[in-house]
Nanobody, 124 residues
Framework: QVQLVESGGGLVQAGGSLRLSCAAS????????MGWFRQAPGKEREFVAA????????YYADSVKGRFTISRDNSKNTVYLQMNSLKPEDTAVYYC?????????????????WGQGTQVTVSS
């Protein structure tokens, strides 16, 4: 089992920044690729960003490319999502997820473990 705990969400004005963190425990962190997903009210959970096991491959949704940056610190068992130039449409609950898959890291069905989520609200 892998336990994931997100933090760093909150309320921010449009154009502002937030950094989300996801602390992992329970299994060897480097055995897992990590992803961030988000879910707005009344919408499906959607892919935001993913990072491979050792951090050499990064993936982003088109809607966040150039504004969000995913990274991981394997010494701290933590993955981050730096979010800049936030927009009201970024408002959602953000979830961290872990997978031992090698591919399809943009698909939520590839992920085995999920955190509880952290709310991000961007005001206009």
């Amino acid at each position: 089992q892998v336990q994931l705990v997100e933090s760093g969400g909150g309320l921010v004005q449009a154009g502002g920044s937030l950094r989300l963190s996801c602390a992992a425990s329970g299994r060897t962190f480097t055995n897992y690729a990590m992803g961030w997903f988000r879910q707005a009210p009344g919408k499906e959970r959607e892919f935001v960003a993913a990072v491979s096991w050792i951090g050499d491959n990064l993936y982003y949704a088109d809607s966040v490319k150039g504004r969000f940056t995913i990274s991981r610190d394997n010494s701290k068992n933590t993955v981050y999502l730096q979010m800049n130039s936030l927009k009201p449409e970024d408002t959602a609950v953000y979830y961290c997820a872990a997978t031992n898959a090698f591919w399809s890291l943009t698909s939520k069905s590839s992920y085995n473990y999920w955190g509880q989520g952290t709310q991000v609200t961007v005001s206009s």
